[in-house]
């Protein structure tokens, strides 16, 4: 989407047929991206030629020219899979309305059935609306989306006939899973922190095992390589030596490298050589001590000393 078109068509050209249909599915899956999230998704790009990232739209007509460039003649049964894959998705055509109208359709929905909708919504739309209700609701709302699992496709399609009739939008219907505990950690992944927190606390008064699950679907060991260097530091004071050789064991190659040049050469070193002196070492124990980690990274946090939330507006000072 960030190319020309006869580019973009050159590149699709080189993919396997099911590459290339998986990719066309998720342009005709966007509708709008903002220049900032263009700009996080191609940071390497970025960095050659910055200015240029002023946003761009997809869609189906974008996917459908594309593919159509990529593959000439052979090009309609791609369309075609392209096209079914996106009306076979539950309340899809909800992706292409604004959050706040969505909200006063679905505000005064008993929760039960605003979760079934916000489980199938992109994590930083169904964010929106959760943003949007009434501190009671929100609780009510993502409780159910912690629990809800198989969800027949009778209530489905009787739910979006509702929307439909309403927001005069058709959208075919298929068996769905849909909610659970991942799906309430994604949405709180990139909801506001004062909003995350008063839902933690809230549902941890009823429910503190369920709020322990979904805090550990919120943050993994591996985003530790998304900190910077400041909160590297901060997590190396309290994290033991013994710790990371073991966790790191199971990290990937620029994890290890982010936290051995945080450390001075006489650490790295030392924590190389006990690393290599551990051998190989089960699976579960490195999952173990990774998930201790977090554990210190989440106390840490609600202590103020970092943050495991990216804020994409600019920080402002304060005297």
Same mark, same amino acid.
């Given at each position: 989407m960030s190319l020309p078109e006869e580019q973009a068509a050159q590149l699709l050209?080189?993919?396997?047929?099911?590459?290339?249909?998986?990719?066309?599915?998720? /342009?005709?899956? @966007? =509708?709008e991206v903002s220049?900032?999230?263009q700009e996080t998704a191609l940071q390497d790009f970025s960095k050659s030629n910055p200015n240029t990232l002023t946003g761009r739209v997809g869609g189906l007509d974008v996917a459908k020219t594309l593919v159509e460039k990529a593959l000439g003649k052979?090009?309609?049964?791609?369309?075609? =899979?392209?096209?079914?894959? @996106?009306?076979?998705?539950? $309340?899809? $055509?909800?992706?292409?309305?604004d959050s706040q109208n969505l909200l006063t359709f679905i505000i005064d929905e008993h929760p039960q059935t605003i979760a079934l909708i916000l489980c199938h919504l992109p994590p930083s739309q169904a964010a929106d609306v959760i943003s949007g209700l009434p501190a009671d609701r929100q609780i009510s709302v993502i409780?159910?989306?912690?629990?809800?699992?198989?969800?027949?496709?009778e209530i489905i399609q009787e739910v979006e006939n509702g929307l439909e009739r309403r927001m005069a939008s058709v959208m075919s219907q298929q068996f769905e899973n849909?909610?659970?505990?991942?799906?309430?950690?994604? /949405? @709180? =992944?990139? /909801?506001d922190r004062a909003t995350e927190r008063s839902l933690l606390e809230n549902l941890s008064q009823e429910t503190p095992e369920l709020v322990?699950? /979904?805090?550990? !679907?919120?943050?993994?060991?591996?985003?530790?390589?998304? $900190?910077?260097?400041?909160?590297?530091?901060?997590?190396?004071?309290?994290?033991?030596?013994?710790?990371?050789?073991?966790?790191?064991?199971g990290a990937s190659e620029d994890l290890k490298e982010k936290i051995l040049k945080n450390m001075s050469k006489r650490a790295a070193d030392l @924590?190389?050589?006990?690393?290599?002196?551990?051998?190989?070492?089960? !699976?579960?124990?490195?999952?173990q001590t990774q998930q201790q980690i977090v554990d210190i990274i989440r106390r840490l946090e609600d202590a103020?000393?970092?943050?495991?939330?990216?804020?994409?507006?600019?920080?402002k000072l304060i005297q």
């Open positions: 050209g080189k993919l396997d047929s099911k590459q290339l249909e998986a990719v066309s599915v998720e /342009i005709a899956r @966007l =509708n220049g900032d999230e052979d090009a309609t049964a791609t369309v075609d =899979n392209i096209r079914q894959s @996106l009306e076979a998705l539950p $309340f899809g $055509f909800l992706q292409k309305v409780r159910r989306v912690a629990t809800m699992a198989q969800t027949s496709p849909a909610g659970g505990v991942s799906s309430v950690a994604e /949405i @709180l =992944n990139v /909801i322990e699950e /979904i805090r550990r !679907l919120m943050f993994v060991f591996e985003d530790i390589v998304k $900190f910077g260097d400041r909160e590297i530091q901060t997590l190396l004071k309290n994290v033991e030596s013994s710790q990371w050789a073991m966790a790191l064991k @924590l190389k050589e006990e690393m290599e002196y551990l051998g190989p070492v089960k !699976l579960s124990n490195v999952e103020g000393e970092l943050t495991t939330h990216s804020d994409d507006s600019e920080d």
